[in-house]
Structure formats: C-alpha cells, structure tokens
C-alpha cells in the first residue's frame, strides 16, 4: 500500500498584528476555509486511487486544484487542530502566538498535551482504517495534523519522499511507501519499482526472480 499524501493550500489572509489567543485560532480556522489560487504546482493523476480529504475549505480546494480524476471523499479524521492556547484574554502580536503554537507539547501546558494525545490517536485510527482496506490512496490534510501522521506512519515502517524539506507547508507532496518496498542499498532509497540506479535494479530483478513481485510504479 502507498499514500500520496498533499497539504492543503490555505487563503492569503494575512496574520493578525496583534491579537488574543482566541482570535488566532479564529484567524487559523479562517485561513483552513478556503485555498488561493495556485499557479505553477504539480498536478496528482487519481489513476483509481481513493481521495480522502480533510472536512475544511482549503482541503477540498486543493483536491479540485492538484488532483485529476477523482472526486474527494471527505474524512474528519484529517482534519486539523487549531492552536490550544491559554491567553487569558491577553492581545499579542501574532507571531508570538505563532511561535507559542510550534512549542513542543511538554512545554505547552496541560489543555495542549490533552489536544496533542487525541490527535495522536487520531492519526492511529486513520493508518488503522488505511491498512485495513490495503488500497493505494491520496490524502490531503493541513500542515499540522500532516506532521503528527507522518510520524505515527515512520514508526509503523513507512519510509517519505518528499518535495520540500523541514516543516510541512501548503501545497507539499509527499509519497509513504513500506521500507521493504524500497532498495535501501544507497543514499536514494528508490522505490523498487521504479529503480534509479544499478544497485535498484539489481536487487528488483532478484526480488522479481524470486516471485516477490514489486508494486508498480508511481512518482510523487
């Protein structure tokens, strides 16, 4: 099984100078309910692949933008966590409540952790109903919940190409494949069914000589 997995785009509405805890999450939900347009990204063929989507805006935006051929089935189970914060009514710029938002859970008080533990759940329960059907799918989410499910599907054994780097941002795509799906021999990984190099070419023809057919192809 391998998930394509794309973040939503978000609107262009700019972050608030200053503001309450409160209304940044408000100003968060707001930027998630709708996607502008994009120019220039790379377009995703369904090719019988399910969709799922994200309930919010911007996700079925990015659907009707970046996917071909397929019609999105929306699943709560993508959806985004706005900012937990505690502010007491208190106005501050909207980067510090940005940069209070990307604090580790640990330091981020106790209603945070709580909102981190069900995402974390969340994000089980989705690679459980993912695995249990063993379809090849697209999925398209936002850039927090993206980061929590990447790395639940790593411990499982999913290995992630991607097309940017650091921290998940609107309009990345990302390709998760099982370990053993790929060559492992050198610094490129490839998918061994699409091999990019000697040693992947070499350890597919074993694996097809032996009768372990690899998948077919599929580039991000």
Request: proline share 5%; net charge positive; hydrophobic share 35%.
């Amino acid at each position: 099984m391998r998930i394509w997995i794309i973040c939503s785009g978000e609107s262009s509405e700019s972050e608030p100078l200053r503001c309450t805890a409160q209304e940044y999450a408000a100003w968060r939900a707001r930027r998630l309910s709708a996607t502008a347009p994009a120019e220039g990204m790379r377009r995703l063929a369904a090719n019988g692949r399910r969709l799922y989507v994200s309930p919010r805006g911007a996700a079925h935006g990015t659907a009707a933008l970046l996917v071909e051929g397929a019609e999105g089935e929306s699943e709560p189970l993508l959806d985004e966590d706005l900012p937990v914060l505690d502010g007491k009514g208190k106005q501050k710029p909207g980067r510090v409540w940005r940069g209070a938002a990307m604090r580790p859970p640990l330091l981020a008080g106790k209603a945070a952790r709580k909102a981190r533990k069900a995402c974390l759940a969340r994000a089980e329960e989705l690679i459980d109903k993912l695995e249990s059907r063993g379809e090849d799918c697209i999925l398209i989410s936002h850039p927090r919940f993206i980061s929590v499910l990447t790395d639940r599907l790593r411990l499982r054994g999913y290995c992630a190409q991607r097309t940017g780097f650091g921290r998940v941002r609107p309009f990345e795509q990302m390709l998760l494949s099982k370990r053993d799906e790929h060559c492992g021999g050198c610094q490129h990984n490839c998918l061994l069914s699409n091999p990019g190099c000697s040693i992947g070419r070499d350890k597919a023809a074993r694996q097809k000589g032996s009768g372990a057919s690899p998948l077919s192809g599929g580039a991000i």
